[in-house]
């Protein structure tokens, strides 16, 4: 079960002491200074790093999702609406996927090719949804299979967005990386539009 995710109950719920972990693994990991453990001074702090992958990756002009893998390994996959939606995220999606390309620039590089995506959405479309009241309008929609989970917000049969990660236990774990990050390197970091 990731830290975002609780057992599929038909009420939100989160575990925000697994949040505050998975926010401490990104500062230490990328050797950020972070006065208040905060995810927002990080980001300051790496303000001119992150700028880097914003010029490697800029939002692919249509496309309404994404997959995202560091180092050969899926790490996220975002679906919206439209175009213009993942357009208004896409910086904080890259920011994201710049955290844990940083924290894993010290892992060998693979490929996540065009045919993983594809067997990935193949599987991520055959996943039986629970769907429950959301908080504000619409429905929650929720999966959870042995590798992969995902959320859902569905408004009067319109998808609005979808976010899929694999389990807590098939993300890498960053640790004894060295002491800084020392440049930035984007061929450790690799996105698919759909």
Request: hydrophobic letters at 40%.
């Amino acid at each position: 079960m990731g830290p975002f995710c609780s057992p599929i109950t038909s009420r939100p719920e989160s575990d925000q002491g697994a949040v505050w972990d998975s926010v401490a693994e990104h500062i230490d990991a990328c050797a950020a200074p972070a006065p208040t453990r905060a995810m927002s001074d990080v980001m300051a702090t790496l303000a001119e790093l992150l700028g880097r992958y914003h010029e490697a990756l800029p939002y692919p002009s249509g496309a309404c999702g994404v997959v995202a893998a560091v180092c050969g390994r899926f790490v996220a996959a975002d679906a919206f609406d439209s175009p213009s939606t993942l357009e208004a995220v896409w910086g904080r999606l890259v920011a994201s996927y710049a955290m844990d390309a940083e924290a894993a620039k010290d892992q060998a590089g693979k490929t996540f090719t065009a045919k993983a995506v594809e067997v990935l959405l193949e599987h991520v479309a055959e996943q039986q949804c629970q769907a429950f009241d959301a908080v504000g309008l619409g429905r929650d929609l929720r999966f959870e299979a042995n590798n992969v989970l995902g959320q859902g917000l569905q408004v009067e049969d319109h998808l609005l967005h979808l976010s899929v990660f694999p389990p807590a236990t098939d993300r890498p774990r960053w640790e004894c990386l060295g002491p800084r990050i020392q440049a930035c390197d984007t061929s450790t970091a690799s996105t698919v539009t759909t």
